[in-house]
């Protein structure tokens, strides 16, 4: 039985605790391409109080992994860069967009927008993958 997107995102997402940490809430995802968002809460911030830049980060990565992995088969960041031109506050509504530009046998190249709820971009991001040949889950194998 072959899995869904939305099916394997889904279980990307329960397995998640860092995400889940995070309060992501997964608005679209599909092959190539997902849609997350998240409010930036006081324990999130640095000692500047704003945004600790690893929030961001993990943030768009994690749309990274839902838009690289929704296709079924384990894709693993290998690179991953992140600028950040706006500070983050708190209480921030954010959404990440990511979408996969380019994929090889092996590789995917995904670019992350981050956005506040002005519409303002507060990060850029851009990561590679390696896939692999590894099933989400081990009855999708053989099929």
């Not at 599909?30 to 980060?57: C, K, L, P």
């Not at 690289?68 to 690179?79: C, K, M």
Request: hydrophobic share 45%; proline share 2%; charged share 15%.
């Amino acid at each position: 039985m072959s899995h869904t997107p939305e099916q394997v995102i889904a279980t990307l997402v329960a397995r998640d605790a860092f995400s889940q940490w995070l309060g992501v809430e997964v608005l679209d995802a599909r092959v190539g391409y997902s849609r997350i968002r998240m409010t930036v809460r006081a324990d999130m911030v640095n000692g500047f109080g704003t945004s600790h830049g690893g929030i961001v980060f993990s943030f768009a990565d994690s749309a990274f992994a839902f838009a690289t992995n929704a296709a079924g088969t384990l894709a693993v960041a290998i690179d991953a860069s992140i600028s950040f031109p706006v500070a983050v506050q708190v209480g921030d509504v954010l959404t990440a967009i990511a979408e996969q530009e380019s994929v090889t046998n092996k590789l995917g190249f995904c670019n992350v927008t981050v956005r506040n709820q002005h519409d303002v971009i507060v990060g850029h991001f851009r990561g590679t993958v390696y896939r692999t040949n590894r099933a989400h889950f081990p009855s999708d194998a053989s099929t």
